[in-house]
């Protein structure tokens, strides 16, 4: 690391505890109320998109009803050029990131980038004194998510993870009644997501289309022949780029689970993980499990049962799976599961307690718990979520009281952790032991060896 880097850190550090000795945390509850933090056309402050395809124009959008776009980065010109055309037309238009911090008129960044890019423009951001929300997955390595959060922490930088299911009042509900004992003692959770199938393949190399730059789309990952199935919206069924429906729909529930659990700052200590790859490891195929069963035990807590509904099946740039064989799904989860989850149908998070069950997902909060709240409502001395119901908002307000976001990367990096470790497990092909507070895994070198990847030279992540 060069004495210039470590001294502009030391330098972002000291103004940020400025501002934070001067700006005491304000909250808002409406999205009316958090928008009116910037009155004046001065007073917005001035974005820079990185990644506008999908995703990225969605959460685009939101960015700019609280700032001014004044930059885009793409390594797609189609998709960068769309971007500016939609956002009035004025904005300087780059492929390389790298532009686009050094500009001192962009004071934050909307990180849509595919989940291999993600941590380091997020690092490089901070470092370069900009705010942040970004995508999720949050990171594609655990070591990763170590080095964003230190760096969040030297410099003192906003980074709102888009886990946006926190500033949802249903899952706010949820999380409430489960901390403040309304179904009892918690026992168990289950975390289930879609089945989302990753059949497809292989796919033949193309030459790659004159608007993209292939070379640095692939960033830190191997370097492979370009095929179209390798970049927009599928990028994440190829674990050299994301790790699948664990990590992509995976970070919003599981973040849900250990926010009932009170294990934000935690995890598991034994995961325990099975998957089926519908590809079976053939070249040039997607490559991620698309149905799998997690068993994960917290030490002094609750169970958590992490799988894909296999009732739920959905498509998304890729074949129909196939029906899952009785005997298959036996392997998959085992003798000791529940039936019910065997043929789950929905996604969400089911809490279950010595005292009653709540279930949610993006759909609405249900159990009897939920029932009683109009005749039984929480006390004032409650635990309480933090309020929330615009998470773009709660971004942009925390921008400027330099108060920390609802999904800050401290607690979104333990969400992904776990995520992770269900991935990892898979892959192994046998159970893990992990040490939270260490975050490794204990006395397992071969483990602790995919704590990270190797970067491809010029792409390293330096934080």
Known sequence: MSKSRISRRRFLQRSAESSLAVAAPYWFSSQKSQAAGFQSANDRPQVGLIGVGGRGMSISKLAAQYGDVVAICDVDLQHAEAAKAAFGGTAAVTQDYRQLLD????????????????????????????????????????????????????????????????????????????????????????????????????????????????NRYQGQAPEREYCAQRTHKVFRWWYMYAGGIITDWGNHHVDIAQWGMDRELSGPTTIDARGIFPNAGRADCFDT???????????????????????DKQV??????????????????????????????????????????VFVNRSGVHGKAVEELADNPLPSDAWRARPSDDHMGNFFQCVKTRAEPVAPVRVEHRTVTVCHLTNLSIRLGRPLTWDPAEEQFVGDDEANGWLAREQREGYEIEG
């Open 103 to 214: 500009r001192q008129d962009v004071d934050v960044i909307i990180n849509g980038t595919p989940d291999h890019w993600h941590t380091k423009i997020n690092v490089d951001a901070c470092l370069a004194g900009k705010d942040v929300y970004t995508e999720k997955p949050l990171t594609l390595t655990i070591d990763e998510g170590k080095i964003l959060r230190r760096v969040v922490a030297e410099t003192g930088r906003v980074v709102q993870t888009g886990t946006q299911q926190r500033s949802a009042k249903q899952f706010q509900t949820a999380v409430e009644l489960v901390r403040n004992g309304r179904i009892g003692k918690l026992q168990q959770v289950w975390v289930a997501l879609p089945w989302y199938s990753t059949k497809g393949g292989p796919f033949a190399a193309t030459a790659p289309p004159d608007s993209l730059d292939w």
């Open 289 to 311: 499990p698309d149905r799998f069963f997690c068993r994960m035990h917290y030490a002094d807590g609750p169970e958590l049962l992490y799988f894909s509904a296999v009732n």
């Open 316 to 357: 998304y740039g890729t074949e129909e799976g196939e029906p899952t064989p009785a005997e298959q799904l036996e392997w998959l989860f085992g003798r000791e599961c529940p039936d019910e989850i065997k043929t789950y149908d929905r996604n969400g998070i089911m809490f279950i307690g010595d005292a009653g069950r």
